[in-house]
Structure formats: structure tokens, C-alpha cells
């Protein structure tokens, strides 16, 4: 059994690397528990751009997991 990897975005620089590590332990088919504070949610939205905010109560983790996974190397969320 392969043990998760704990992701944590929080309110320090560097969304990019956090986003590019988490699509590449998923492409590995690695287990990864997200973790995306409230302040890593405004980093993400200012360093990248992402349009999204999640509460974590009223919106499934999915979500934002998979707006993460779509973001590409030239600074655009394919799915925005």
C-alpha cells in the first residue's frame, strides 16, 4: 500500500511549484491528501490567476483538485 503524500498550499510564494508537484505525484498514480488554506487559495489566486474560491463545505474537493490539475505551464486553467 502506498502511503499518501501530504500537498499543503498555504500563504507562502510559490503556487506554481505546489500546483506542477501535484500533477506530477497524480500522473505517477501517487496518493496525495491536498491541504489549501484560505491563504494559499489568495496565492493561487494572485500568482496564477485561479478564478475559483472552495469553502470546503459547500463544494466537493474534487473541484478544486481538478481546476489544479488543468492549469498548464502557460499560465491559463483550461477549463476557465
Known amino acids: 500500500i502506498m502511503t499518501p503524500i ?3 498550499i498555504t500563504g ?7 500546483v506542477r508537484l501535484l500533477q506530477q505525484l497524480v500522473q505517477a498514480n501517487q496518493s496525495v ?5 484560505p ?3 489568495a496565492v493561487l489566486a ?3 490567476g485561479a478564478a475559483f474560491r472552495f ?9 478544486l ?3 489544479l490539475l488543468q ?9 476557465l
Open 6 to 8: 501530504v500537498l499543503a
Open 12 to 18: 507562502a510564494s510559490g503556487a506554481i511549484y505546489a
Open 33 to 37: 491528501e491536498l491541504i489549501v488554506s
Open 39 to 41: 491563504s494559499g487559495q
Open 46 to 48: 494572485q500568482e496564477l
Open 55 to 63: 469553502d470546503g463545505r459547500n463544494e466537493p474537493a474534487s473541484r
Open 65 to 67: 483538485i481538478t481546476e
Open 71 to 79: 492549469y498548464n505551464m502557460q499560465g491559463q486553467f483550461a477549463s
